[in-house]
């Protein structure tokens, strides 16, 4: 079964190449990197080490900063049936592949999501669940440093594989989903669910995320508040039971006003409306 691994990349030079290393010495050897190169520069040292393995690596330029674009460009590349997802700021061990590939064998798994390690996570043993959304107000599980073996909801995108075709059914990754690109992981898992494949999380599929500075999600502190809250609004507009609405938006609207009393700034009270009143209107333009 071959693998495609997608990476989308943005000026972070020094982590592409430790992943590229990270990747080269997979046991697993039927797969392929797609590099989709986002940014003004792609130096020398990296040009090496795709001329030194042109068999396995591909680079494609391209010029809009837009991750799901990124992401939805790599899928139509792809010459494996299965999709590897990921982040450029990610380090992984030598069966990362081998552990998202083997979960396959279920023709009834559609998406493998793997375990993700950051700075300051909760400890495993308060885990009770994994990537779930609520249903009536939206509120978000993540823990994805789990150490368990469970089914989610929704996947994290930078360490997330996917069947080629159901994707492709799907269309990709939604890209009015921009900005710090919050949810889009959950978007495309939510699409998959809904044509009936199951999302399994797997911690073996193990990467540990540094969350460089750069890329495409380095904005100011303000246009993240702005993006979260429009692709949440969208996200939720597109997936959730509408009947529950007036709920999720209180929610919302509490989330702006204590992150901006946290932060002593009433610019984040504009942000945040702005971004929910934005996701609504992407949300009816149905595109």
Known sequence: MKVSIVIPTYER?????????DILRQRY???????????????????????????????????MQNSAHARNKGIRKAEGEIVISCDDDIRIEQDFIQNHVKEYKNKYIGAVSGRVLCANDIPTSKIKKVG????????????????????????????????????L???????????????????????IRKLGYRIVFEPL?????????????????????????????????????????????LRQLISIFRRAFIGKSRGIVLKGIRGLKDGFRDYRKKT
């Not at 609520?134 to 996947?155: C, L, P, S, W």
Request: net charge negative.
């Open 205 to 249: 599929a193990e990467a540990v995320h540094l969350q460089a500075r750069g890329g495409c999600r380095d904005i100011l502190p303000g246009e993240k508040v702005y993006w979260y809250y429009h692709n949440f609004m969208l996200f939720y507009l597109k997936h959730m039971c509408k009947i529950f609405f007036p709920i999720f938006f």
């Open 132 to 167: 779930e959304i609520r249903k009536y107000d939206g509120k978000v599980t993540a823990n994805f440093n789990a150490d368990f073996k469970t089914e989610i909801e929704h996947a994290y995108g930078c360490n997330v594989s996917f069947r080629k075709e159901l994707l």
């Open 169 to 191: 059914r799907v269309g990709g990754y939604d890209e009015r989903l921009i900005g710090t690109s919050s949810f889009d992981d959950a978007d495309v898992s939510f699409k």
């Open 29 to 63: 050897d039927d797969f392929e990197v797609i590099i989709v190169n986002q940014g003004l520069s792609f130096p020398k040292e990296l040009g090496e080490i795709l001329t030194a393995n042109k068999s396995k690596i591909r680079l494609f330029n391209d010029d």
């Open 13 to 21: 030079h020094d982590s592409l190449k430790n992943l590229l290393q």
